[in-house]
């Protein structure tokens, strides 16, 4: 169970068939050994944040690479791993490509969901749509889902805290930050913190 919800939370943390968008040529310092990536395993490539795409995406400006670099090994799986398309999808927000994020998101949901998870990509699709009343709506499913039996509120060995519903600080911080760009929507303090009175009224 915990692996799962180390896995549930690295979903949302951070941060996926046609061509990807167009992107800019990359800088010196976005070069990698992209071959040496696509030969990780699943869980190294995804989960580590040493490598794979993660510690592509976290050099200035390389966003972009990071999401190709998803897509290229994507094509090279037979699976469908919808967390995959979801972290493509995520960089694409970041640079502003909401079209093919959007797209990209649609494309994780999970035909079995115990945890809550369509509802989060209904909330961030309809603030990367503009759609207020949707993401709105979305919340509130999401916050009303009943607690799974079992489940327990926890810091995760990594530091992440897990708590029940999952997600929804993030869905509240693009609530609170509506219009604003995703990347700040998403990450700012500003928007995942809310104000003391927000607090105590929660």
Same mark, same amino acid.
């Given at each position: 169970m915990t692996q799962f919800l180390i896995f549930l939370a690295l979903q949302a943390a951070t941060p996926a068939a046609a061509a990807p968008a167009a992107t800019t040529p990359a800088p010196d310092s976005c070069r990698i050994d992209f071959n040496a990536s696509l030969a990780l395993g699943q869980e190294a490539f995804d989960q580590d944040m040493n490598g794979g795409w $993660?510690?592509?995406?976290?050099?200035?400006?390389?966003?972009?690479?990071?999401? %190709?670099?998803?897509?290229?090994?994507r094509a090279n799986l037979e699976a469908h791993l919808s967390?995959?398309?979801?972290?493509?999808?995520?960089?694409?927000?970041?640079?502003?490509?909401?079209?093919?994020?959007?797209? &990209?998101?649609? &494309?994780?949901?999970?035909?079995e969901d115990r945890f809550g998870w369509n509802p989060y990509v209904d909330a961030t699709i309809a603030f990367l749509r503009g759609d207020r009343t949707a993401l709105v709506a979305a919340r509130t499913q999401l916050a009303g889902l009943p607690r799974p039996a079992g489940f327990e509120d926890r810091t995760l060995p990594n530091g992440l805290h897990v708590t029940w519903p999952m997600? &929804?600080?993030?869905? %509240?911080? &693009?609530?609170?930050?509506?219009? $604003?760009?995703?990347r700040e929507a998403y990450s700012l303090p500003e928007c995942r913190e809310p104000g003391e009175a927000q607090r105590t009224s929660r």
């Open positions: $993660r510690a592509l995406a976290g050099r200035p400006g390389c966003e972009g690479v990071a999401a %190709d670099l998803i897509h290229a090994y967390i995959l398309y979801w972290h493509e999808g995520q960089l694409r927000a970041n640079i502003g490509q909401y079209p093919e994020a959007i797209r &990209l998101m649609e &494309l994780s949901r999970k035909p997600n &929804l600080e993030v869905v %509240d911080g &693009l609530v609170r930050c509506f219009g $604003r760009p995703y």
